[in-house]
């Protein structure tokens, strides 16, 4: 397959032009979202929606969280990945292939209806993950583009998947929200810097290959700006998977907490790696048993799942 987004082969960092739409379906007054944010989607590269799930089921997944991180000891090992040099649970893994209600989550018409219209395609879970980040301790995640890396280390040919992260606990300003360049996902930065084996065991915590070099990031920002979504538990934030985004570190005692789902189109299926030659783990990656989601109506309920 031709590489349309080269990256990681060359000494220098380039930009190079979008080759994919953003927005992928056709909007009419059946779709999920209204013709402003559908607009606002394609130009800013994200979207917030607030007050998309209610208090009673917002309480019902911050204790399947809670739950989750204070007993890990039932999922796979490979999937709970620590902070470095602590035992503080940053990320869960596979989330949906391990937890009942989290993939009652995934299916939500109210999520997996929006993805299937934005990307105008049926459309299945290429990764899930629990992200915390607890107060005083809570680490950063670098400025990066989520299909740089997707597209070198996995293998997703096109531009046409999207993450959705659903607050946990309220995101202010201060506890290390989630920053996006807006307009960022109309180029496609290159990085620097031959792939090593086995990098995931490492990115996970910190990611050394795959990050954008600072001129670049200068150029976009300054361009660009940079905003940083608020919310209240419930609030859903989408972007585009170009969309450079990143979060600071957490230094209030307020924790910080998040379901993240990252959809693709099923035509857009992984193939083998345009950068090393073996792919990332099942666990970080989809690849076996992908079968597109069928939405489902209704109000989260423990029973649900």
């Known amino acids: 397959m031709t590489d349309l987004y080269p990256s990681r082969c060359e000494d220098r960092a380039r930009l190079l032009p979008r080759q994919d739409p ?22 800013k590269g994200y979207l917030v929606l607030e007050g998309l799930f209610g208090a009673d089921e917002m309480e019902i997944l911050q204790s399947e969280a809670a739950s989750l991180l ?12 620590t902070e470095r ?53 809570g680490k950063e995640f670098y400025w990066h583009s989520d299909f740089e890396t997707w597209h ?19 995101n202010t300003a201060h506890n290390g929200p989630l920053m996006l360049i ?15 084996d086995n990098h995931y065991k490492t990115s996970l915590k910190k990611q050394e290959y795959g990050v954008p070099d600072d001129d670049s990031l200068a150029d976009l ?12 538990p419930g609030t859903v934030v989408i972007f585009d998977c170009n969309t450079m985004h990143g979060s600071n570190s957490n230094i209030t005692p307020f924790p910080r907490a998040n379901a993240f789902f990252v959809f693709n189109a099923l035509s857009n299926r992984l193939q083998k790696p345009f ?6 783990p099942e666990f970080i990656a989809a690849r076996q048993d992908i079968q597109a989601i069928r939405p489902v109506s209704g109000r989260l309920t423990r029973r649900a799942a």
């Open 221 to 232: 920002a300054n361009r660009h700006g940079i905003d940083a979504p608020t919310g209240e």
């Open 70 to 81: 204070a007993h890990p000891q039932g999922l796979k090992d490979e999937t709970v990945i």
């Open 85 to 137: 040099g602590s035992n503080e649970v940053r990320s869960i893994f596979e989330i949906h292939r391990q937890n009942a209600m989290m993939e009652r989550l995934v299916a939500d018409e109210r999520l997996a209806g929006v993805a299937r219209f934005l990307l105008g395609d049926d459309v299945y879970i290429h990764q899930s993950r629990l992200n915390y980040k607890p107060g005083f301790k």
């Open 275 to 280: 950068g090393p030659a073996t792919p990332r």
């Open 182 to 196: 807006p307009g960022s996902h109309k180029e496609y930065l290159t990085c620097v810097g031959e792939t090593p």
């Open 152 to 170: 070198v280390e996995d293998g997703m040919p096109r531009m046409r998947a999207l993450s959705m992260s659903i607050l946990l606990a309220r």
């Open 22 to 43: 953003v927005v992928h379906g056709q909007w009419d007054e059946t779709a999920p979202l209204s013709r402003e944010q559908a607009d606002h989607f394609d130009q």
